[in-house]
């Protein structure tokens, strides 16, 4: 495994119980991975080193052989930036495999996550820099950090609205979301009139200007019935 990969013998750790020859082994493998290209976290904590380790429990048994358990570990910056654990599962270890094919595969998933992760996080940046050339009058506020969030107060023909935009952590292919939200109105439990909009024309080979433009577009098209909703 060491030889047909990135890996060296100080990245691997195989820790057996000799004392119980029927006991797990334990196979710790740091996987070679730059996380330099990732976005800042949105955390002030210093979490140290950033790493990637892949721990692989053996454990004989009666019926197939040997029973073999994989789990990812990463640090808590990296676990944090990439969107937490439930975005981070690895496949089961396939029945016959070996580590020269499973470890290699691993690896190159989280290769992958990273650099969709980073991508993205470029990629929301312009979406928000299109955004605020296009409405940067009527801006509320926006994340200046993770670039996942834009507010905006709008107006169309004497009605105020709120207009918010939540971007996800793998834009572009995946959807933002639109929130309408009246000002004035509120709804039978005593909150804001809102409207989510996730139906508006969305492609994600389109450039962020395209993106702004198109939004403007659904805006003017759905601002009457959403004010006709909220006053009735």
């Known amino acids: 495994m060491i030889g047909l990969s990135d890996l060296s013998e100080q990245d691997v750790e195989i820790v057996v119980n000799k004392k119980n020859k029927n006991g797990p082994a334990n196979l710790l493998i740091r996987l070679p991975i730059d996380f330099s290209c990732l976005p800042p976290s949105l955390t002030n904590h210093n979490f140290g080193e950033e790493s990637a380790v892949l721990f692989i429990t053996f454990t004989p048994t009666d019926v197939s052989g040997v029973k073999i358990v994989p789990q990812l570990f990463l640090s808590p910056r990296v676990e944090h930036v990439l969107g937490g ?22 690896c190159q998933l989280l290769k992958n996550k990273v650099e969709q992760v980073a991508a993205g996080f470029e990629k929301r940046k312009e979406y928000t820099a299109a ?32 207009f918010h935009i939540v971007l996800p952590l793998y834009f572009p292919q995946d959807k933002p979301s639109f929130k309408l939200q009246s000002i004035y109105h509120k709804t039978y439990n005593n909150q804001p009139f ?11 080979r389109w450039d962020a200007e395209e993106m702004a433009e198109r939004a403007k577009t659904f ?10 909703d909220s006053t009735q």
Do not use: Q
């Open 219 to 228: 805006l003017l098209e759905n601002i009457p019935k959403f004010k006709k």
């Open 131 to 162: 955004f605020l050339r296009h409405f940067g009058r009527s801006l509320l506020e926006f994340d200046a950090e993770g670039f996942s969030k834009l507010s905006f107060l709008f107006e169309w023909k004497e009605f105020y609205f709120t």
């Open 85 to 106: 654990g439930s975005n981070l599962r690895i496949p089961m270890f396939p029945n016959g495999g070996c580590l020269m094919d499973y470890v290699p595969h691993v």
């Open 194 to 204: 809102t409207r989510v909009c996730n139906d508006y024309p969305y492609s994600p």
